[in-house]
Nanobody
Framework: QVQLVESGGGLVQAGGSLRLSCAAS?????MGWFRQAPGKEREFVAV????????YYADSVKGRFTIARDNAKNIIYLQMNSLKPEDTAVYYC????????????????WGQGTQVTVSS
């Protein structure tokens, strides 16, 4: 079983930046970030493989968000720039054994989530 702990959420004005972190107790093939806004489905944001660092992003965040990993510390990051009010959501990290998985059902373990609120 892999335990995940997210941190770094908060309140920021539109156009601002935040960096989320996710500390993992172990590794699978890749790790991803998802988000869920009130009344909406949980949606894919970004994914990275531990080995090689391959990445994939949702179109809605491409060019604004960057996912990265620190192999030595078993931590992944989500750098979020040019934030918009529609980025407001609870952000979750999760693990998967499917390479560059984008479907939430391909993920096994989830963190508790961290709130990101972007004010206009």
């Amino acid at each position: 079983q892999v335990q995940l702990v997210e941190s770094g959420g908060g309140l920021v004005q539109a156009g601002g930046s935040l960096r989320l972190s996710c500390a993992a107790s172990g590794r699978t093939l890749c790790m991803g970030w998802f988000r869920q806004a009130p009344g909406k489905e949980r949606e894919f944001v970004a994914v990275i493989t531990w080995s090689g660092g391959s990445t994939y992003y949702a179109d809605s965040v491409k060019g604004r968000f960057t996912i990265a990993r620190d192999n030595a510390k078993n931590i992944i990051y989500l750098q979020m720039n040019s934030l918009k009010p529609e980025d407001t959501a609870v952000y979750y990290c999760a693990t998967s054994n499917y390479r560059l998985a984008k479907n939430r059902y391909e993920y096994d373990y989830w963190g508790q989530g961290t709130q990101v609120t972007v004010s206009s």
